[in-house]
């Protein structure tokens, strides 16, 4: 048993090796491109009427490129690894019924909003933003880069929950463990004039990680009692970059509460509901609870200039 998990330890840091190298040689760029290919390809092919010999060009090559992708992605991915997934999840997904964006080009902004009246809103796909709905979080006061690098620190086998279970996200950051994050030089960590700046998130598995940040945070009082809510949750922190446009693969929906710092949204819609819907970018502040189907809204992320942004992020369902 304990043989097995030291292999699937050292399977997984080969694997996070091999992920390192390809993001490094640019596959995550071309990847990325590959979206606004679809969406343009869309986009083009609407207005210049029919081109059968590209269209039956680039559709070839669409269908190669994922059969390759497909790939590459059951040997490097364990789960949600390679931001090839996105792509293969894009090609794979069921078709979304446009109902969902058609005349979706805001957010729906709600204030003190109670369960009850939330039952209205609850399932739909949104975006909606709750102002001011986590003014009672702990986290507001106490949530900052030096709290979760302690906590990852003195934590027996914190790093290692992350690779059995929970995913590290570093979108375009060099950094590609929780581990160099919480390594970095303290003006890397402030964003220091002349630095890089970065932008990761994470999963927290670790139990008693998970008791510790719940001390910080409550699930938001309006979301339906009889959901069903992850035993994990997600942090998002950095600066100015944000997140890459893509797709999440989760059950559920996913609620975000926004603890410091303000940010940009843009969401776009599924490249099949292009000609029906569109894209748009809203601003949340601290304090705002952002709801959203991720699965089927396209969203990246972006930070002003200059603040540090940070994010509590889960399921309902
Ligand atoms: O907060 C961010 O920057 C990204 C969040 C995200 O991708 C998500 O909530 O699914
Ligand atoms: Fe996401």
Same mark, same amino acid.
Do not use: H, Q, Y
């Given at each position: 048993m304990q043989k097995n998990n030291r292999e699937r330890r050292n399977l997984r840091r080969k694997i996070k090796i091999l992920q390192k190298s390809a993001i490094e040689r640019g596959l995550n760029g071309v990847l990325l491109q590959e979206y606004n290919f679809v969406c343009n390809y869309k986009h083009e092919a609407a207005n210049k009427g029919s081109n059968k010999k590209l269209i039956v060009a680039i559709v070839t090559s669409f269908i190669v490129g994922v059969i390759s992708l497909y790939f590459v992605n059951s040997i490097?991915?364990?789960?949600?690894? #390679? =931001?090839?997934n996105y792509l293969v999840w894009e090609a794979t997904r069921p078709l979304a019924d446009c109902a969902y964006c058609g005349?979706?080009?805001k957010p729906i902004i709600l204030r003190n909003i109670s369960r009850r009246e939330f039952v209205r809103y609850a399932y739909s796909s949104g975006p909606i933003i709750v102002k001011n709905?986590?003014?009672?979080?702990k986290a507001t006061r106490k949530f900052s880069f030096k709290l979760f690098q302690q906590l990852y620190e003195k934590t027996a086998g914190s790093y290692e929950s992350l690779d059995e279970g929970c995913q590290f996200l570093?979108?375009?950051?060099?950094?590609?463990t929780l581990q160099e994050v919480f390594s970095m030089s303290e003006a890397r960590i402030r964003n220091e004039e002349g630095q890089k700046p970065w932008y990761v998130g994470w999963g927290n598995c670790h139990p008693d990680i998970l008791a510790n940040v719940r001390q910080y945070y409550?699930?938001?009082?309006? #979301? =339906?009692?009889d959901a069903e809510f992850p035993a994990t949750e997600n942090i998002f922190f950095g600066y100015?970059?944000?997140?890459?446009?893509h797709l999440d693969y989760i059950a559920r929906l996913m609620w975000q509460g926004q603890v410091k710092g303000n940010k940009t949204w843009s969401l776009a819609p599924v490249p099949e509901c292009d000609h029906v819907c569109q894209k748009f970018d809203f601003y949340v502040e601290p304090g705002d609870v952002v709801l959203l189907d991720t699965r089927i809204w396209y969203h990246a992320t972006r930070i002003p200039k200059g603040q540090f942004s940070m994010t509590v992020q889960s399921e309902y369902g």
């Open positions: 490097l991915s364990t789960r949600c690894l #390679l =931001p090839s005349n979706v080009t709905a986590i003014r009672k979080w570093n979108f375009k950051t060099d950094l590609f409550d699930i938001p009082e309006f #979301l =339906p009692l100015e970059i944000g997140a890459v446009m």
